[in-house]
């Protein structure tokens, strides 16, 4: 009895260690329950070391006759699993909201019959730890409802203290870009009055909800709120949630191809913005690109004066009601004429900053006559190709937030622009792109060509996803070294010289990442 007790004991601790694991997975794949079954196999969540033990315990206690003393050494192998388990370093932790607590409680009530008839045979251990991700989905399931009264009542509190306060709304979305035009414009208007805008990426109802709820201060004249898309519908429903009488669009691709399916469904979600600030009489301005895709084009000709397209140069200039060029940028047409330093790396941010410049003029025209002076100090946003440098080590261009093609290809451009200046290699450090849907190979096999015109060293983190890319970049004639985490490549790269440039080109979280066995 003494020996079955420490192994039940162990597999307590084992299952409370293990819960945690898989919650935390699970709160990577958004608590989606299909997601969360189909990453099991792919990252080789399942159970191999306990279930080992416990398969073990089983053979060598008949054939021993000491199962007092096979359950004991279970028990401490058991401990041995959790104590290296509980050490894992998370690169996204986990994040123990009320929800994810109340998952977990949830699970570990589940799990007391599978303990208690442990007592009666250890085997039943075994089964218990191959059904720990379905109790996880099975409590998410049973408290839905539960936790949809309580998104329900904390929206409502967000939006009546969104009317109560009542500052300008400002809407911007867009398949990539949404951030860094966030941050240029939150930048701008400080010069007009305080901006509260959602930190990071919050693009989501609950998101803006939290932040809503815990910092907007009455002090606050502008609202800034990123908007995210998941489907058709995703954007009108954050219109409806915020009411924003200005708004940006910055561009349409292929990011997130696996929600939408095509490019044109992409182009009808985000052009809900533009509809529903046409509809509040207010001003959307839009990357001229998107003129090309029919939605947009539509509600041009429809409201000419409320939709403002600004052009990066080039063939889109033609169409475009304001142009956008060069370094030190120049602005012109619809009644503005300016000039300001642009001191952010990549190209796309000169179409970045000024679809920002040119909506913070027309809010508060008094902006212009200090912008040159704010646009030579604005700075770079977190994570979006960010200089990180350290004396006596390589220069780090920090692009981990990105997920698109486009600014793949730019970062690539700057990354063998900055290296040439500095006489070193041009290192790159990639997981790829995800939620490319269809074109997940064809995109990665074009940046995999382009890494090996620009790149003297490239680092392939979990290169069998994006098996495109490597075989491109081998192909083009590149160097290139896989790696099964970003801690891997990174501990390859010791010792690299103080004149190279390494590129972090996006960084996945662990469940599109990492391959463990548990």
């Known amino acids: 009895m003494i020996g079955l007790l420490a192994f039940v004991v162990a597999l307590v601790a084992l299952v409370h260690v293990r819960l945690n694991t898989l919650l935390t997975y699970f709160q990577q794949e958004e608590y989606d329950a299909r997601r969360f079954l189909a990453a099991i196999p792919r990252v080789r969540l399942y159970d191999l070391r306990a279930s080992g033990v416990i398969v073990l315990a089983l053979v060598l206690g008949p054939l021993t006759g000491h199962w007092v003393v096979v359950q004991v050494l279970a028990a401490l192998a058991l401990g041995g699993i959790v104590w290296h388990e509980s050490r894992y370093r998370w690169k996204k932790p986990l994040v123990l909201t009320e929800r994810a607590a109340r998952i977990r409680a949830g699970a570990a009530v589940l799990a007391v019959p599978g303990l208690l008839l442990t007592l009666l045979h250890p085997v039943w251990g075994l089964v218990l730890l191959h059904l720990l991700p379905v109790l996880l989905i099975a409590a998410n399931a049973a408290l839905k409802p539960f936790q ?29 870009g ?57 954007v009108r429903r954050l219109c409806g949630f915020v009411q924003p009488r200005f708004g940006i669009v910055t561009a349409v691709g292929a990011a997130h191809m696996e929600r939408f399916g095509s490019v044109e469904a992409v182009a009808q979600a985000k052009s809900e913005l533009v509809e529903r600030v046409c509809a509040a009489g207010g001003l959307a301005v839009i990357n001229a690109e998107l003129l090309a895709h029919a939605p947009f084009a539509a509600l041009k000709a429809a409201h000419p004066e409320n939709v403002l397209s600004v052009g990066a140069g080039g063939d889109v200039a033609v169409s475009a009601d304001l142009v956008a060029s060069d370094w030190q940028v120049t602005l012109s047409g619809e009644g503005l004429d300016l000039s300001y330093a642009l001191p952010l790396l990549g190209e796309h941010n000169i179409l970045n900053s000024a679809l920002a410049v040119v909506l913070a003029a027309r809010i508060d025209p008094s902006v212009i006559e200090r912008l040159p002076l704010v646009t030579r100090v604005v700075e770079q946003v977190p994570h979006r190709l ?65 890494a090996a015109e620009t790149c003297d060293e490239i680092h392939a983190v979990n290169p069998g996803r994006i098996a495109s890319f490597v075989q491109a970049a081998e192909a083009g004639g590149a160097t290139v070294h896989g790696a099964d985490t970003l801690g891997t490549a990174r501990a390859a790269l010791k010792g690299t010289a103080p004149e190279d440039v390494i590129l972090y080109e996006n960084d996945l979280p662990d469940i599109l990442e990492e391959r463990r066995l548990l």
């Open 148 to 176: 949809e009264r309580i998104n329900r009542r904390f929206i409502a509190s967000a939006k009546a203290k969104l009317a109560r306060l009542d500052p300008v709304r400002i809407g911007i979305t867009g398949s990539f």
């Open 178 to 234: 949404k951030t860094t035009v966030k941050h240029i414009l939150a930048e701008l208007l400080e010069l007009s009055g305080p901006v509260f805008y959602s930190r990071g990426s919050i693009n989501t109802e609950l998101g803006l909800t939290r932040h809503i709820r815990q910092r907007l201060q009455p002090s606050h004249r502008y609202f800034v709120a990123e908007m995210g898309a998941y489907g058709i519908g995703s």
């Open 386 to 450: 960010q200089k990180r440098e350290v004396p006596g080590q390589p220069l780090v261009l920090d692009d981990a937030f990105n997920s698109n093609e486009a600014g793949f290809a730019n970062a690539l451009r700057v990354l063998r622009q900055v290296a040439d200046q500095r006489g070193g290699r041009a290192i790159l450090v990639t997981p790829g792109i995800v939620e490319l849907g269809l074109e997940h190979e064809r995109v990665h096999a074009r940046l995999g060509a382009l």
